[in-house]
């Protein structure tokens, strides 16, 4: 009777440890899994990918372009290591690993050109590494300016496209055709202009590059 007693003892330990790995299993943020070569692996040069940034001006950028997304940058393979060129202050790469911690939650999507392997060969590649390498160091656009004196995030994947391979992502916009009421919306741009609010500039958003239909989503944890 005691044997009996002791193996369904031994067996409901079994069921609750199993019952409890595979719940604690689902509770695993995706992020944790950005170590593992088979996510990297599926990344290629080129690669664009897409973030929430925590900052008051990124929350007004993803407010005023109706998207969830506030930042993005554009992915290179360099030794074996995944890096992320981004233009912040100043415009820089960063390592993979290191730009997904910077996102809320650690959440990103990865999108791609769809005709990348026959367009992106490792000429190509090469030469748009190269341009951007030449932007390097330029300060972050706080305006929104479409000149190459200083480079915001979506500016700067758009122009690498544009320039080197000739891909227009997407049209550009107006920056009076997004949503502009919103208060902090208001507050932000009431800062950078003042009174004199460019309205008639040139711009291009993360969410008008995520909604191309040029590109099509490799990875996506949100």
Not at 164 to 186: E, G
């Amino acid at each position: 009777m005691k044997l009996k007693r002791l193996s369904v003892f031994i067996i409901l330990l079994l069921f609750l440890g199993g019952f409890t790995f595979a719940f604690l299993s689902k509770k695993v943020h995706p992020s944790f899994k950005i170590t593992n070569n088979k996510i990297q692996k599926t990344f290629k040069d080129g690669d664009i990918i897409f973030q929430t940034s925590e900052s008051a001006q990124c929350e007004a950028v993803r407010i005023a372009t109706n998207s969830k997304f506030s930042h993005c940058g554009i992915i290179f393979i360099e030794k074996e290591k995944t890096y992320v060129y981004e233009a912040v202050q100043p415009v820089k790469k960063t390592q993979l690993e290191e730009w997904i911690k910077q996102g809320r939650d650690q959440k990103y999507v990865v999108k791609r050109l769809q005709n990348n392997d026959s367009l992106l060969t490792k000429d190509m590649v090469k030469k748009m590494k190269l341009y951007a390498t030449t932007l390097m160091g330029k300060d972050y656009d706080l305006y929104f300016e479409w000149s190459d004196e200083k480079i915001y995030c979506s500016e700067l994947v758009w122009k690498i496209y544009k320039e080197v391979a000739n891909v227009s992502l997407c049209p550009t916009k107006k920056l009076k055709d997004f949503n502009l009421v919103h208060p902090l919306v208001q507050k932000i741009m009431k800062e950078r202009y003042g009174n004199n609010i460019p309205y008639d500039e040139e711009v291009v958003a993360p969410s008008q590059l995520y909604d191309s239909n040029l590109v099509t989503t490799v990875f996506d944890n949100y």
